[in-house]
């Protein structure tokens, strides 16, 4: 029997058996769901929201064109205020109303017809794997407030 000629996804699960193999089975996360998204977000987010998520200088402060640059993902942005839900929405169709102004320009490009609603999933999954516990609990309140 052939073997599928995937190096990727051959490279993803031997990553994921070492990992749990050292214990190291990254908590309440799939390793294969963080390792995808992980090389998802090297390859597709982190030229503009940073390799370690930090997001462009100023990010809060428009550019001379009017646009916003970058915001982190890490713990010192907003992302994790945003339901998963919300958070996919800009992913798949770009940052446009509902989820920003009208008539508000972005350079955030729509992903919908480049990743899968899977490869969306597993992006925001690697991102929220690296918020801390604090995060985590902040986010757990706010959305428990919101229901």
Avoid at 13 to 34: R, T, V
Avoid at 111 to 126: C, D, P, S, W
Wanted: charged content about 20%; proline content about 10%.
């Amino acid at each position: 029997m052939k073997l599928p000629e995937r190096p990727l996804f051959w490279g993803l699960l031997a990553a994921a058996g070492l990992l749990s193999a050292c214990g190291q089975s990254a908590g309440k996360y799939n390793a294969i769901d963080l390792l995808e998204g992980e090389a998802i977000y090297k390859a597709e987010c982190a030229r503009c929201h940073g390799a370690k998520l930090e997001g462009e200088p100023n990010w809060r402060q428009p550019r001379p064109d009017g646009k916003l640059p970058a915001p982190p993902h890490d713990a010192s942005g907003t992302s994790w205020r945003h339901t998963h839900e919300e958070l996919a929405a800009i992913v798949k169709h770009g940052m446009v109303p509902p989820h920003a102004p009208a008539g508000y320009v972005s350079d955030m490009p729509a992903f919908g017809r480049k990743m899968t609603a899977e490869q969306v999933r597993r992006v925001l999954t690697y991102i929220e794997s690296t918020w801390p516990p604090e995060i985590h609990a902040q986010r757990a309140a706010l959305f428990k407030t919101q229901r």
